[in-house]
């Protein structure tokens, strides 16, 4: 089980990537055919380090940008990430796993051989990953209270990086599935 300590750690953490802007690479018959800033799939210091380079080189002082602002400013340059490098990066800092971001997909982090689903959701742990829209997004859990879950995700559709909370057995959740790395069994 994890204790409430890594949990706050955990949130922290995630902590630096809300609000992010959703950012992946654009690949068509799997070349990339439009490269965003670390292809949607950078450590959050290494995205605040291309932010400020960013707006060195156009002039702009990223302080008086309001919230709303800098987050256009980052969407416009390119600047985010996907759910798959967020969770990525959220596995790599938690369970000190050496996932290579940039290798990885929704789709490959639900996966057999990579992954197991588990089945009995009264098992559902901190670092489980919802299987949603076969399997192009995922959903990192964070914590459960019962059948709740405390998660966070990247999409577009949400405009960027936002903390959530379901109930796992709720029939409207597009839950294709939870599923846990094998390597953290």
């Not at 992010?20 to 965003?36: C, S």
């Not at 380079?53 to 600047?79: D, H």
């Given at each position: 089980m994890v204790g409430p300590k890594l949990v706050k750690k955990l949130k922290q953490e995630i902590d630096h990537y809300?609000?992010?802007?959703?950012?992946?690479?654009?690949?068509?018959?799997?070349?990339?055919?439009?490269?965003?800033?670390?292809?949607?799939?950078?450590?959050?210091?290494?995205?605040?380090?291309?932010?400020?380079?960013?707006?060195?080189?156009?002039?702009?002082?990223?302080?008086?940008?309001?919230?709303?602002?800098?987050?256009?400013?980052?969407?416009?340059?390119?600047?985010?990430?996907?759910?798959?490098?967020l969770a990525c990066q959220l596995l790599n800092f938690y369970f000190k796993a050496h996932l290579n971001p940039r290798k990885t997909s929704a789709n490959i982090l639900t996966s057999t051989p990579l992954s197991q689903r588990v089945d009995d959701f009264q098992n559902i742990q901190t670092g489980d990953l919802i299987r949603q829209k076969n399997g192009h997004h995922l959903l990192f859990i964070i914590e459960k209270n019962g059948n709740k879950i405390t998660y966070v995700d990247s999409s577009f559709w949400g405009r960027g990086v936002k903390y959530g909370e379901t109930d796992i057995t709720d029939q409207s959740l597009d839950n294709q599935g939870v599923y846990r790395l094998l390597l953290l069994n």
């Open positions: 809300i609000d992010l802007p959703y950012m992946t690479n654009i690949i068509r018959n799997g070349k990339v055919i439009k490269e965003r800033v670390l292809g949607g799939k950078g450590y959050w210091k290494d995205i605040q380090k291309e932010t400020q380079q960013i707006a060195k080189q156009q002039g702009i002082n990223l302080k008086k940008l309001t919230r709303q602002k800098f987050y256009n400013f980052q969407k416009k340059n390119k600047i985010g990430i996907d759910c798959s490098g």
